[in-house]
């Protein structure tokens, strides 16, 4: 039955950028990954607007995540919240009249004293929050790092990326406000650094991600697209975007050249874009090299803003680094997605 499955994900997934439930080897980072099944309680959170700010939350969870490495950026400003227990919980909250949820793994070096920073990781079309916290093997990343991260749901197991995918584009579902919306429980509940929060996402979900730069570039600092290019034909940032980006050369379903379903923007246009927003002056320079991994970034932008594009030769709709997004081609060991997002994020604070 999962086979069965797994093939019937990977044909529908052809036309709209998404991946199926992973087939392949995992690696090194399984131990402590706070997944979803083994939350130990969920968070229930009051109708939350944008404007107003979050509703109540009632409840928390235990169940560490494991050993971590401490929260890197000492000097952020503190708060003065209840504590919060460390590990995996379930968040619902409801944003534009309808419910939703997301999971969220809080680290153990969590002190509600001192902020930490929060990323947020977005599925791909047909997947879900668990899915996408295995093959992104996040979580184990961002407790190293001392972070908050946070995998939400989409409606239909999609999102309005724009011209993608599912039901979530076609009703044009408010996706963006519900972003906006779980930001503001997120930050009434928990320590967040307001100047370290970061989006990232595969497929769909880099889709997602990119258009969040388009339109919440003042809450959220840097962004990180796996797979995933914009889908949109408007985007207006109101502030220079940081921007890491993951893309496979041979990924057939959302094309490197353009061209898929999707309606994405090619590999190259979307780097192109990023850097005349970033209002870059330079010619893109090879920062990485591994094996069949290399990055260039514009680094001479506006803002101390860096804009770098992560190619892997005849790499697949794949998560780098992580655990195989299904039968969608190579999946590369060259590069740890996760790792080297962290790393840029923590970079690029909000100014």
Not at 57 to 85: E, I, K, Y
Request: proline share 5%; charged share 15%; net charge negative.
């Amino acid at each position: 039955m999962r086979t069965a499955l797994m093939l019937a994900g990977a044909i529908v997934v052809l036309g709209c950028g998404g991946s199926s439930e992973d087939d392949g080897p995992s690696k090194k980072k399984d131990a402590g990954s706070g997944g979803s099944a083994g939350a130990a309680g969920s968070v229930a959170t009051g109708g939350t607007g944008a404007a107003s700010g979050a509703g109540g939350v009632a409840g928390s969870s235990s169940g560490g995540a494991g050993g971590g490495a401490g929260n890197p950026t000492g000097g952020a400003p503190g708060c003065s919240l209840a504590a919060v227990a460390p590990g995996p919980q379930d968040i619902e909250l409801t944003s534009s009249g309808t419910k939703r949820s997301a999971h969220l793994v809080v680290p153990t070096s969590y002190d509600a004293t001192k902020s930490v920073p929060l990323v947020l990781v977005f599925h791909g079309y047909l997947e879900n929050a668990g899915q996408i916290e295995k093959i992104s093997e996040m979580t184990p990343v961002a407790e190293k790092y001392g972070a908050v991260v946070v995998y939400p749901e989409g409606m239909n197991t999609s999102w309005n990326a724009g011209k993608c995918c599912g039901t979530s584009s076609s009703t044009k579902r408010p996706d963006v406000q519900f972003v906006a919306d779980l930001l503001d429980a997120l930050e009434a509940k928990l320590c967040i650094d307001k100047k370290r929060v970061y989006a990232a996402g595969f497929s769909n979900g880099g889709m997602l991600s990119n258009r969040l730069a388009c339109e919440l570039s003042e809450r959220i600092a840097a962004f990180g697209p796996v797979s995933g290019p914009l889908a949109v034909d408007t985007c207006e940032p109101k502030r220079p975007v940081p921007m890491i980006e993951f893309h496979g050369t041979a990924d057939f379903v959302v094309n490197y050249n353009g061209g898929s379903l999707s309606g994405a923007k090619s590999v190259a246009d979307n780097l192109a874009f990023w850097a005349k927003n970033a209002g870059c002056t330079d010619a893109a320079a090879t920062s990485y090299q591994n094996g069949d991994t290399t990055c260039v970034q514009h680094s001479a932008c506006a803002a101390g803003s860096i804009v770098r594009l992560c190619t892997v030769k005849d790499g697949g709709h794949q998560w780098p680094g992580g655990t195989s997004a299904g039968p969608a081609g190579k999946l590369t060991q060259d590069i740890d997605a996760s790792e080297e997002m962290l790393k840029f994020f923590l970079a690029q604070p909000m100014p």
